[in-house]
């Protein structure tokens, strides 16, 4: 199985920035697409940002240019920049993984999640 870890969480100013992270362990070879979800309460949890085991990327229509998901493969860890921040922005944000070829910015894809990281943007 593999295992994820987020983290880079905190609060923010509106207009602020963040990284966060995402450190896979366990089976990584066998993962096709890791990407980063949000959910804010009452709301459906939502992709914003996924990469493929080649490279491609994916972003969410709510990112609008303002999220940048990246990956060191070395290190086994997913990044997602965040600029301009807002308060609508506000959300757990969770990674997480697929070892099967789907369309992995969809939640529905995903089969590991990790625990969340809570980021929260204050006007």
């Known amino acids: 199985q593999v295992q994820l870890v987020e983290s880079g969480g905190g609060s923010v100013q509106a207009g602020g920035s963040l990284r966060l992270s995402c450190a896979a362990s366990?089976?990584?070879?066998?993962?096709?697409?890791t990407g980063w979800f949000r959910q804010a309460p009452g709301k459906e949890r939502e992709g914003v940002a996924a990469?493929?085991?080649?490279?491609?990327?994916m972003y969410g229509d709510s990112v609008k240019g303002r999220f940048t998901a990246s990956k060191d493969n070395a290190k086994n860890t997913l990044y997602l920049q965040i600029s301009s921040l807002q308060p609508e922005d506000t959300a757990m944000y969770y990674c997480?993984?697929?070892?099967?070829?789907?369309?992995?910015?969809?939640?529905?894809?995903?089969?590991?999640w990790g625990q969340g990281t809570q980021v929260t943007v204050s006007s």
């Open positions: 990469i493929t085991r080649d490279g491609t990327t």
């Open positions: 997480g993984a697929t070892d099967w070829y789907s369309n992995c910015i969809h939640r529905t894809a995903v089969r590991f």
């Open positions: 366990g089976v990584t070879a066998s993962v096709y697409c």
